[in-house]
C-alpha cells in the first residue's frame, strides 16, 4: 500500500494546497467512506454537504468551490485528478512477471523488451509483441497477430491469427478478438460457409471490455478507433468500422459493414443495423434500435431510432392515448356519430 | 448409474407411498418419456393425464392428488422432491480430483482441504481457496482473491485480483468476475481512464451463468447478494448492488451504481439504467428497459419500464389505434369538419 | 500465399471465361479494392458500374450479365462462387498440428486419425473425437463429450461433459456448451437449484459464434439442428430444440423449452420467451421479443412481436399521432365538446 504526501500530490496536479504538505495518505475512498489516512474527491456539486462531514485527510474540489480549508486540495477537474492520483499511485494491477516457463511461445514468434506472459498462454507463430506488452494466463494469441507496445491482455482472452492490436490497449477477461465473421451464401436450405479472411484491426488507446466479440472481416478490416472504448460483451460484426475516441456501452451489436463516426457514443444494449454510415457524435440511447443511416451530431432513440425529441414526444403521446379516447367518445356522445355501434361503448383494453 | 429403491426414495423425501419399496429406479425422466425403470413427477396439474399413461416405475405427485396408485410417492411439492433426489443420487457432475500437476499454483496461496483443482488452472499469488473449493480446467484466479467453501468453478472462469467469492457458489464456463468497470473522464476527445480499484464481492450460495461478466467497483465494492442466481451472458457493471435472493435471467445488463433489493427478478434481455434505487420484490418482464428507481414490490415493463397495468393498456390502446382513427374520420364525415383537407381522406398508413 | 491460373477457377466453378486462362491471381478483394493480380466478384446489381473501373485480374458475375469482357467469368451465383473459390484456395486457417505435448488427454479419450490438438487443451474422460477434429489452444472437453469428423473448436472454448457436436461443426472461441440450465423451485425466499442433468446435443454443420452459451436440458436434450448457423453472443436456455439450417444472429436470446422449426431466422438481439412453438420459416426481426407461438412461414417484429404488417401499421399510426391529435382539437373546436377543459387546449407533450 503506498503512501503519498499531499504535498506530492498537489504539486503532481499542479494544485493549490494550504495545508499540511507533509502529511500523508494511504488510500482513495468515495467522500463518505473516506478516513483520517484517505484521499476523496468532490466532483457532483450535488454532494457538496458532504465537505463539511467527511473524514478525509484531503478533498479534491473544483478551483471555485466556495469557502475554504486546509483539506482541500483545489484543481481543475477533481475527477479526473482523482483519476490521476490513483493511476500514479494506487493502481498498480498484479500480474504475470517475466515469461512464464508454463507458456507455449512459438520459435518464430517476436517478442519485445520487457514483454510479461503469465502460464498456460499461448503464442502463435510470427506473433508480434511490441515492448512491455503483458499477457495474463490463459489467453491464446493466434498466428501471425500483432500487439503493440505497453499493451495489457487480461485472462483467457482469445486473439485470432493476423488480428492486428495497437499499443497502449487494454483487453479485458474471455474477450474475443477475430473471430470469423457471419457470413453465408444460402442456396436452397443449404447455408454455404462464406470465408472469413479479412483480420481485425485496433488502434492505439483502445480498451476492451470482458467477454466482448470483434469479428475478422469477409475481405479486408474490421476497424475500432483510436482512443475508442468498449464495454464488456459487445458484439462488433465484420467489416464494422468504428472511429476514433468512440463510446461502446455493454451488450450493444453493431451489425456488419456498419460504419461509426468519430466520438460517437451508445447507450447498452443499442444495436445498429447493417451496412448503415451513421455520423460523428452521435449519440444512440441505451436499447435503441438504430436501423437507418444518421449524419451527426445527432442524438437518437427509439426502436426504431429517431431524432430523440421526436421519439419522446411519440412516447408521450402514447402515454396520453388514455385521454384521448375519452375525449373521442366525449364527442361521439355529443355528435351522434358511432353511438350505434357496440365496439365503442366501452374504452377499456 | 445408481440403482436406488424406491422405499428409499420414499424415505428420504418423509413421502407416503403404498407400493413395493424394494423396486428400484435408475433414472429420472420426463413423464413422457420414463420408462420401468425411471423415476418421474407430476408437477403442472395440466398434464395429471398423464398420469394414467406413464410408464414410469414410480411418480412424485402432490400429496392432495385425487385418485390413487401403487406407483405414486406423495410429496409436498413435487418438483422440489424431484429436485432433491436428483441432487441425492443423479447429479454428480464429473471434474478434476484432486491438484493436477498441470496446473500453476502461487507458493503463497492457502488451499483448502479436499481441494480440486485441474489441467492448466493457473492459481495467483495469497490467493485464498477453502476446503473442498473445485476449479475446472483452464480457468485463472488472480492475485489475492478469496473463495469459499464448496464452490465450484467451471472450466475457463475468470477470477480478477482481489475478487471475493462466497460458499457454496457456482459460476460457469467463460463468466468473467471483477474486470474493471467502464469508467472514464473525458477532455476534449479523450477519455482518461478511471482506474477501477475497488473489487467485486459475491456472498455465498450465488449461481453465475455461462460468459457472464462481473465489474470490479471503481472504488469499494460490486455485490451479489446470498442466494441470488445469474444466467448466462449477464452484465453488472461496477458498483452495482444486488440484493438477496434476486434471479437475473439470461442477457440483462445493470449498469453501474445501481441497487437492487431483495428477491427482485429481471426478465431476459431487461436492463436498468445506472445510478437506480430499485427496491425489493421488483419483477420487471423480459426486454425491459428501467430508467427510474422503483420501489417494491412492483412489476414494471416496457421500454422505458413502467407499472405492468399501464404498459399493458398502453399496449392496448396502440393495438386499437386503426379503430380510433376511423371512429375520427366517421366524425369529421359527419361534422364537416376537416373534410377538406386531403391529408384527413385516407387513413392508409 | 497461393497463385492459381483464371483457368484453374474457370473450370472449378463451371463458368464461361473468354480471357487467358494461364493468367494467374493471388488474392481476392473487393471491386473497389481488388488489383491486377486479385479476382473479385460483382453480386448486387447496384455496383454494375464498378465493372468498367475495377482493376481486377478478372471478375466473377452472374450468366446472364449485358455486355462482354474478357476479364469475366460467368457463374450462376457469383457470390457462392467467390465463397467457393476462397475456400478451395485462400481461406487455409492456421491452427494446431498434431497433438501438442503442452495437452492434457485423459487415458480413456479416443481419438481419431489426424486429430490435431493444440497447447493446454484439456480432453476428460471417455471422450471421443472423430477424425481430423482440430481444437485450439485452451479449449477443454469434460467427460464423456463427442465430437464428430471434421469439427474445429477455436481456442479457449468449453465443452460440458456429455455434450454431442456433430460432423464438420465450428465452434468459435469463448462459446460455451452444455453449462447448467438455469432452474430453481423457489420454496420462501430460497431458490433450489434443479439439478440440469441433460445433455446439449449439436447436429452436423453447426457454426457456433463467440461467447455463445448453450445450456445443457434439465432432463433430456437440448438440441441444435444441422445446418444452423449461430452468431456471436447468443443464449440458448435448457431443453430448446431449432430446427435444421436456422439462422440465429448475433446476441439473440431463446429461453428454456421452446421449440423452432427449420429455416427459421431470428434477427440481432431478439429473444423469445419459453415453452413456445415457433415453426418453420419464421423470420423474426432484429431486436423483437417473441412471447407466444406463431407457425410458419410467417414474418414478426416488435415487443411483443406480431405480424410485420401489423407491426408496422401501428408504427406508422403512433408516428401520426400528432395529426390525429390535431383532427381531435378541430373536432372539438368546432362542435364545441371538451373546449371547456384546459387539458384539451393544448396539445403539447
Same mark, same amino acid.
Given at each position: 500500500?503506498?503512501?503519498?504526501?499531499?504535498?506530492?500530490?498537489?504539486?503532481?496536479?499542479?494544485?493549490?494546497?494550504?495545508?499540511?504538505?507533509?502529511?500523508?495518505?494511504?488510500?482513495?475512498?468515495?467522500?463518505?467512506?473516506?478516513?483520517?489516512?484517505?484521499?476523496?474527491?468532490?466532483?457532483?456539486?450535488?454532494? +457538496?454537504?458532504?465537505?463539511?462531514?467527511?473524514?478525509?485527510?484531503?478533498?479534491?474540489?473544483?478551483?471555485?468551490?466556495?469557502?475554504?480549508?486546509?483539506?482541500?486540495?483545489?484543481?481543475?477537474?477533481?475527477?479526473?485528478?482523482?483519476?490521476?492520483?490513483?493511476?500514479?499511485?494506487? +493502481?498498480?494491477?498484479?500480474?504475470?512477471?517475466?515469461?512464464?516457463?508454463?507458456?507455449? =511461445?512459438?520459435?518464430? +514468434?517476436?517478442?519485445?523488451?520487457?514483454?510479461?506472459?503469465?502460464?498456460?498462454?499461448?503464442?502463435?507463430?510470427?506473433?508480434?509483441?511490441?515492448?512491455?506488452?503483458?499477457?495474463?494466463?490463459?489467453?491464446?494469441?493466434?498466428?501471425?497477430?500483432?500487439?503493440? *507496445? *505497453?499493451?495489457?491482455?487480461?485472462?483467457?482472452?482469445?486473439?485470432?491469427?493476423?488480428?492486428?492490436?495497437?499499443?497502449?490497449?487494454?483487453?479485458?477477461?474471455?474477450?474475443?478478438?477475430?473471430?470469423?465473421?457471419?457470413?453465408?451464401?444460402?442456396?436452397?436450405?443449404?447455408?454455404?460457409? =462464406?470465408?472469413?479472411?479479412?483480420?481485425?484491426?485496433?488502434?492505439?488507446?483502445?480498451?476492451?471490455?470482458?467477454?466482448?466479440?470483434?469479428?475478422?472481416?469477409?475481405?479486408?478490416?474490421?476497424? =475500432?478507433?483510436?482512443?475508442?472504448?468498449?464495454?464488456?460483451?459487445?458484439? @462488433?460484426?465484420?467489416?464494422?468500422? @468504428?472511429?476514433?475516441?468512440?463510446?461502446?456501452?455493454?451488450?450493444?451489436?453493431?451489425?456488419?459493414?456498419?460504419?461509426?463516426?468519430?466520438?460517437?457514443?451508445?447507450?447498452?444494449?443499442?444495436?445498429?443495423?447493417?451496412?448503415?454510415?451513421?455520423?460523428?457524435?452521435?449519440?444512440?440511447?441505451?436499447?435503441?434500435?438504430?436501423?437507418?443511416?444518421?449524419?451527426?451530431?445527432?442524438?437518437?432513440?427509439?426502436?426504431?431510432?429517431?431524432?430523440?425529441?421526436?421519439?419522446?414526444?411519440?412516447?408521450?403521446?402514447?402515454?396520453?392515448?388514455?385521454?384521448?379516447?375519452?375525449?373521442?367518445?366525449?364527442?361521439?356522445?355529443?355528435?351522434?356519430?358511432?353511438?350505434?355501434?357496440?365496439?365503442?361503448?366501452?374504452?377499456?383494453?
Amino acid at each position: 500500500m503506498a503512501e503519498v504526501t499531499l504535498g506530492a500530490i498537489a504539486g503532481f496536479l499542479g494544485g493549490s494546497f494550504d495545508g499540511d504538505p507533509g502529511r500523508t495518505i494511504s488510500g482513495v475512498k468515495p467522500i463518505d467512506e473516506a478516513g483520517e489516512s484517505d484521499l476523496t474527491f468532490l466532483s457532483n456539486p450535488k454532494y +457538496a454537504g458532504r465537505l463539511a462531514t467527511t473524514e478525509a485527510a484531503a478533498v479534491l474540489v473544483a478551483r471555485g468551490t466556495e469557502g475554504s480549508s486546509e483539506r482541500w486540495i483545489r484543481v481543475d477537474d477533481p475527477y479526473v485528478a482523482f483519476a490521476r492520483v490513483v493511476s500514479r499511485w494506487f +493502481a498498480a494491477v498484479p500480474g504475470p512477471r517475466g515469461i512464464s516457463p508454463l507458456s507455449s =511461445i512459438a520459435q518464430t +514468434a517476436a517478442i519485445g523488451e520487457g514483454v510479461a506472459i503469465g502460464a498456460f498462454v499461448s503464442i502463435g507463430e510470427n506473433v508480434v509483441l511490441g515492448e512491455r506488452v503483458t499477457i495474463h494466463p490463459g489467453s491464446v494469441v493466434g498466428d501471425g497477430a500483432v500487439i503493440g *507496445d *505497453d499493451t495489457l491482455l487480461y485472462a483467457n482472452v482469445t486473439v485470432y491469427h493476423g488480428s492486428r492490436i495497437g499499443r497502449r490497449c487494454i483487453v479485458h477477461g474471455g474477450a474475443v478478438i477475430g473471430s470469423d465473421g457471419y457470413g453465408f451464401a444460402t442456396e436452397g436450405s443449404t447455408h454455404h460457409k =462464406i470465408p472469413q479472411i479479412g483480420i481485425v484491426r485496433i488502434e492505439d488507446d483502445v480498451e476492451i471490455g470482458a467477454g466482448t466479440t470483434i469479428d475478422r472481416a469477409t475481405l479486408g478490416e474490421t476497424v =475500432i478507433g483510436a482512443g475508442t472504448k468498449i464495454d464488456n460483451l459487445v458484439q @462488433i460484426a465484420h467489416n464494422v468500422k @468504428i472511429g476514433r475516441s468512440c463510446l461502446i456501452v455493454a451488450q450493444v451489436g453493431i451489425a456488419g459493414s456498419t460504419t461509426i463516426g468519430d466520438g460517437s457514443v451508445f447507450g447498452g444494449q443499442a444495436g445498429a443495423a447493417g451496412h448503415l454510415e451513421i455520423g460523428s457524435r452521435v449519440m444512440v440511447a441505451a436499447q435503441s434500435a438504430v436501423m437507418k443511416s444518421f449524419e451527426g451530431p445527432a442524438t437518437v432513440a427509439g426502436s426504431p431510432a429517431r431524432p430523440i425529441r421526436e421519439q419522446m414526444r411519440s412516447e408521450a403521446l402514447v402515454r396520453r392515448l388514455p385521454e384521448f379516447v375519452e375525449r373521442l367518445r366525449r364527442i361521439e356522445q355529443k355528435t351522434g356519430v358511432g353511438k350505434s355501434t357496440p365496439e365503442n361503448s366501452s374504452e377499456g383494453a
